[in-house]
């Protein structure tokens, strides 16, 4: 009795196990319906970014709201899950297309990267403020409660304290307005934001533009006080260099599954900055002030990073001329030329390497009578055009000066155009 009593302990307790293994993997299975959407203008590498968070080597460019999705593996748990990535067009005339991927029903459960391109650096910050106010007017338009609004904004708060500790336990949790005298989430959308650069390695061509080092500090300035703003995430990344891709996809895991992730912030590269949320402040950014000698940190971002000036290009356009006005013009230069002589141009190459035959002569200033004769030639042309056409008799004929000695010359002469 006593051994049957006891195996039947054991496999009672056996099952227990199994059931407990059973709890606690369904207590660990990875959360579905999990989004993230892309917002950004055209050709700032949304579509190649979202292919190399998938793994692929080929992006096909689509149009209107785009989807995609990112396969998700847990290996502590071997479970697998499917994050849906959602890529809005960079068309801003299709932003009403944003109620597709963020609505009331998953709010909660989506992700908003913003993205904008170093390749174009006057351009960041205009891109980044105009498609975080379209995204603050499409919330605004959802039919969220005051205390559904008020939830997620808490949310977003804990998020930032939760690491703010990490990073400095010394901090006082319970403090919260700290973090508003700070500038930290002084525009809450209640959502978790990461902001992206893309194509980092341009900097070598606008170093090249002379773009410096006080520059690049000044845009990281720039950008690290958008994202304190919004409590937002800050990644420079290259896909060409294959620079914080994988970083990003593991902050991704992070942010949204909990996966562990310790990467510290990067902020000494200009070419892979990475900052992370909840570890900025306003103290940590002005240390890049120090470095600022020709830049004023406090100036408008369109002064300190003009839009690069490029002169319109105008075809060569001919416009007609009125005949008397050509011919006055060319007897004017033709008298000039009789009161002043041209300097003589000596061509020594000439004599030098081509002797002259003894019948051709190089002359650099023609004859004064050659001259005279073509001023006599445009001075008949202008008295003929000068008579009026309807007043015509034929006892009255019109001076014939073919006979004259002059344009007899100018016939002769080879020189003379004719």
Not at 283 to 299: A, D, G, H, R, T
């Amino acid at each position: 009795m006593d051994s049957s009593t006891q195996v039947e302990e054991n496999d009672a307790n056996h099952w227990n196990n199994l059931l407990l293994d059973v709890q606690n993997k369904s207590r660990k299975k990875l959360p579905e319906n999990k989004n993230v959407l892309l917002l950004g203008d055209s050709k700032s590498g949304k579509t190649t970014l979202v292919t190399k968070l998938q793994g692929l080597k080929d992006s096909k460019q689509g149009w209107g709201m785009e989807y995609g999705y990112i396969q998700v593996r847990d290996d502590s748990t071997d479970e697998n899950s499917q994050l849906n990535v959602w890529t809005l067009d960079g068309d801003r005339s299709l932003k009403y297309l944003m109620k597709f991927a963020l609505n009331e029903q998953h709010f909660e459960d989506t992700t908003i990267i913003l993205v904008a391109s170093l390749k174009h650096p006057w351009k960041i910050m205009e891109s980044l403020e105009f498609w975080s106010a379209r995204l603050q007017d499409h919330i605004d338009s959802l039919n969220l409660s005051m205390e559904q609004t008020q939830n997620l904004r808490d949310k977003c708060v804990d998020r930032i304290i939760d690491y703010t500790l990490l990073d400095d336990p010394s901090y006082e949790s319970s403090t919260k307005v700290r973090l508003l005298n700070d500038g930290v989430l002084t525009k809450n959308l209640g959502l978790d934001i990461i902001v992206v650069i893309t194509m980092t390695d341009c900097i070598k061509n606008l170093e090249i533009d002379n773009y410096s080092e006080e520059h690049f500090d000044y845009i990281q300035c720039c950008l690290r006080k958008f994202c304190l703003q919004f409590g937002a995430a800050l990644f420079y990344v290259s896909v060409m260099e294959d620079k914080n891709c994988d970083l990003l996809y593991k902050y991704l895991m992070h942010r949204i599954y909990r996966f562990p992730f310790k990467t510290p912030a990067l902020i000494v590269e200009k070419d892979s900055v990475f900052v992370p949320s909840g570890w900025d402040s306003l103290k940590k950014i002005e240390v890049l002030y120090e470095n600022m000698q020709k830049i004023n940190p406090e100036s408008h971002y369109s002064d300190a990073i003009p839009y690069p000036y490029e002169k319109p290009h105008k075809e060569h356009e001919l416009q007609d001329e009125e005949e008397q006005a050509f011919l006055a013009r060319q007897l004017v230069l033709l008298n000039q030329n009789v009161t002043q002589p041209q300097t003589p141009v000596v061509r020594k190459s000439i004599e030098l390497t081509k002797p002259l035959s003894a019948n051709k002569r190089i002359s650099d200033n023609p004859p004064p009578s050659s001259e005279r004769a073509l001023a006599s030639f445009f001075n008949a042309l202008l008295q003929k055009k000068q008579e009026s056409p309807t007043v015509r008799t034929p006892s009255k004929k019109p001076v014939d000066n073919t006979g004259s000695p002059e344009l007899s010359q100018i016939e002769d002469d080879p020189s003379t155009p004719k």
